[in-house]
T-cell receptor, first 110, second 120 residues
Framework: RKEVEQDPGPFNVPEGATVAFNCTYSNSASQSFFWYRQDCRKEPKLLMSVYSSGNEDGRFTAQLNRASQYISLLIRDSKLSDSATYLCVVYNNAGNMLTFGGGTRLMVKP | DTGVSQDPRHKITKRGQNVTFRCDPISEHNRLYWYRQTLGQGPEFLTYFQNEAQLEKSRLLSDRFSAERPKGSFSTLEIQRTEQGDSAMYLC??????????????????FGPGTRLTVL
């Protein structure tokens, strides 16, 4: 079983739609959580950190459920420019490394 | 551009050849990471430096792989006797666990554009 699991998609949604991605992680000692965005043939870029209390950045909302070990990302009012792969990322202090999920591909259509 | 840079951006080599990649981190960042990413997968951690010390190595890093950061600035990743299975994107990231970092205990990692390796 992978340490961080995501539905690979693709999620095909029309502009303006709301879309949600979930991610599960297996290491209960994981301490920090993130969503990264990766455009085709580009490097991953930090989209937002994920806190237990939940956090929002414009149209993006991230939530963490430690008890169930899952992380979610909600995108409201999807734009064409949101088309990308969204990587769920978990950080463990013990190894000082990021562990990435396989990514969920989003395609927003006009 | 003051971001992480990597060189070369693309490398095509024949099986059995040695290749070396370079990463220049953001100048004030003392932590440097190497990851490997294959098509359709997320990046996988390979190794981590704090200054010139290599503190973590993944079991993915076989004895054909070696990474150095001799002066605590740029880093090189060498692959000896390349195999077709080494074909991937090799990503470098850097971070600085200092004031102004993201909330929590984790310093934000900034990625370079990657070196795409193709082994024929």
């Amino acid at each position: 079983r992978k340490e961080v699991e995501q539905d690979p998609g693709p999620f095909n949604v029309p502009e303006g739609a709301t879309v949600a991605f979930n991610c599960t992680y297996s290491n209960s000692a994981s301490q920090s959580f993130f969503w990264y965005r990766q455009d085709c043939r580009k490097e991953p870029k930090l989209l937002m950190s994920v806190y237990s209390s939940g956090n929002e950045d414009g149209r993006f909302t991230a939530q963490l459920n430690r008890a169930s070990q899952y992380i979610s990302l909600l995108i409201r009012d999807s734009k064409l420019s949101d088309s990308a792969t969204y990587l769920c990322v978990v950080y463990n202090n013990a190894g000082n490394m990021l562990t990435f999920g396989g990514g969920t591909r989003l395609m927003v259509k006009p | 551009d003051t971001g992480v840079s990597q060189d070369p951006r693309h490398k095509i080599t024949k099986r059995g050849q040695n290749v070396t990649f370079r990463c220049d981190p953001i100048s004030e960042h003392n932590r440097l990471y190497w990851y490997r990413q294959t098509l359709g997968q997320g990046p996988e951690f390979l190794t981590y430096f704090q200054n010139e010390a290599q503190l973590e190595k993944s079991r993915l890093l076989s004895d054909r792989f070696s990474a150095e950061r001799p002066k605590g600035s740029f880093s090189t990743l060498e692959i000896q006797r390349t195999e077709q299975g080494d074909s991937a994107m090799y990503l470098c990231a850097s971070s600085y666990p200092g004031p102004g970092r993201s909330r929590g205990n984790t310093d934000t990692q900034y990625f370079g554009p990657g070196t795409r390796l193709t082994v024929l």
